[in-house]
């Protein structure tokens, strides 16, 4: 493999292993109650209901972008409104992370991921994250996984109101770091997301076929190619 002096990687499915499930009525029933101890009222197929609705027109706003990205603190907060009751942006964002608890089975990085970033880092490469997640839930992950210190800057498509495979949110990376593309590789487990944007880029890749990987028909469009997550492997190819 060629040496890279930049190393984008992106996160689920790639440096962390993940199961979520939103659409539980559990989920539904508990965070009612919380909505409730607000002062909003809903039943639980209400709230659900409601905040499907709510995802979709924020989407809808930005539908002049191929690849938009909402931000779901607005949604949260717009579900306290629909019931008439002010919320501040912190508690917004606390509805959030509390849904996000309630839909998560597990959240770990894969082993061996933090000693293969430790490696890189000391080879004196730059290490950055390039992931399509929401803001107020990758952030706290982050932190409480560990891994916020392994990254010389962090990109969460939320923020950036644009997701992979748009170029514009690589070349957001590019632009403030003003990289070298022919110097970076990006590192991802979706071939029509974090590989796909990379190619349309000119940027080299390597593809992660890994638990979390949708599936995939043929070949990736990748420079480089590691059928099954294996960091061991992952270390011996940087």
């Excluded at 949604?75 to 629909?82: I, S, Y």
């Excluded at 080879?123 to 992931?131: E, H, M, N």
């Excluded at 891994?147 to 403030?176: E, G, N, R, V, W």
């Excluded at 880029?201 to 890994?210: C, E, P, Q, R, T």
Aim: net charge negative; charged share 30%; proline share 3%.
């Amino acid at each position: 493999m060629k040496d890279y002096k930049n190393y984008i990687f992106d996160l689920y499915g790639t440096l962390v292993d993940i199961h979520t499930d939103e659409w539980t009525a559990e989920l539904w029933e508990k965070l009612s109650f919380f909505y409730g101890f607000y002062g909003a009222m809903y039943e639980p197929e209400e709230l659900k209901e409601s905040y499907s609705a709510m995802v979709a027109q924020e989407e809808n706003n930005y539908a002049q972008e191929a690849y938009p990205e909402i931000e779901l603190e607005y949604v949260f907060q717009k579900l306290f409104e629909k019931k008439g009751v002010k919320a501040d942006m912190e508690l917004a964002v606390h509805a959030g992370q509390f849904f996000r608890i309630l839909s998560m089975e597990y959240v770990k990085v894969y082993d061996g991921t933090k000693e293969m970033l430790e490696l890189l880092h000391k080879k004196g490469k730059k290490v950055y994250l390039l992931s399509n997640a929401q803001d107020i839930f990758t952030s706290y992950e982050l932190r409480y996984l560990g891994l916020t210190p392994y990254f010389d800057d962090i990109f969460i498509s939320s923020s950036c109101q644009c997701k992979k495979p748009d170029t514009k949110f690589y070349q957001m990376l590019i632009d403030k770091h003003q990289l070298n593309i022919e110097e970076c590789l990006m590192i991802g487990n979706d071939n029509t997301t974090d590989i796909a944007g990379a190619k349309e880029l000119g940027m080299d890749s390597l593809y992660i076929h890994s638990n979390l990987s949708p599936e995939l028909k043929g070949e990736p469009d990748s420079t480089y190619f590691l059928e099954e997550m294996d960091m061991k492997k992952l270390m011996e190819m940087l």
